[in-house]
């Protein structure tokens, strides 16, 4: 089935990434050439979507937006139409997503956290759209997490084998430690959801760091057996803590040398 919405959030504090967002947004954080943002946009592009919805923080969302729109649009995303919606309170990930409902409305949509990065040229959302029976399901990206990980990721419980890179799934626990995981298949950062995920959120209640967490939604699709997995084959570039924005930038620029 064909997306044509992809909402980004892009709201948090990124408190990992201080002092340099103290006031640059994270996802105004160069990598190499662009923004990180602008990578997850392209990404979305690749995959057939058609409008980006970036949820951003009331100081400094207007900078993320204009990146989009100063000078007309970016030679990479003419046919992408690119739109701010605020969240005024950081109150966590599952809210940030349900800031954008109302732009989404009846339509199922990809939504990629941008501080992981897939390779220009790697389209995994495409792979997802596919696994999600024509919208009937919600499609989690997968990758099998080391020990150190498995306390830092959303991490899921399986119902199925692994089929042709595709699972179905139960349920999904908010950075479970690794004595603790129910599988070693963390939630990396892309996410196919059915628009039934906004009336999930609407009732979900704050959770792990009383924040609205959008673990707790997945969760609850799971538990409604709407829920699918698609174990990627390539790795996500984390540019959300010093270390990886060094490592992703070295993998990154070596691909533009
Ligand atoms: P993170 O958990 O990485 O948090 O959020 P963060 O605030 O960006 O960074 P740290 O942990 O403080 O360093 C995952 C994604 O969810 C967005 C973030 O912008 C990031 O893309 N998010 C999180 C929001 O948009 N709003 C929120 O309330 C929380």
New binding site residues.
Partial sequence: MSIDVAVI?????????RPATRVVP??LITVVDRPQIQYSVEEAARAGAKEAII?VDLDAGHLVAQHFSLEGPLPTLEDMVVRPVV?EE????G??VNEAAHMVGDRSFFCL???NIVRPGEDVLSEMAVGSDDGSVSVMCLRELTDEFLSKYGVVVPSSDVNDGYLDLAGAVEKPGAKDAPSRLGLVGRYLFTPEVFSILDKTVPGVGG?IQLTDAINALGAAGRLRGYVAETDLLDV?TPAGLVEATVALGADLS
């Fill in positions: 959030p892009a709201a948090g504090r990124g408190t990992r990434m994270k996802a949820v969240q950081a109150l966590g990930l809210h940030a956290l941008s501080d924040e959300g």
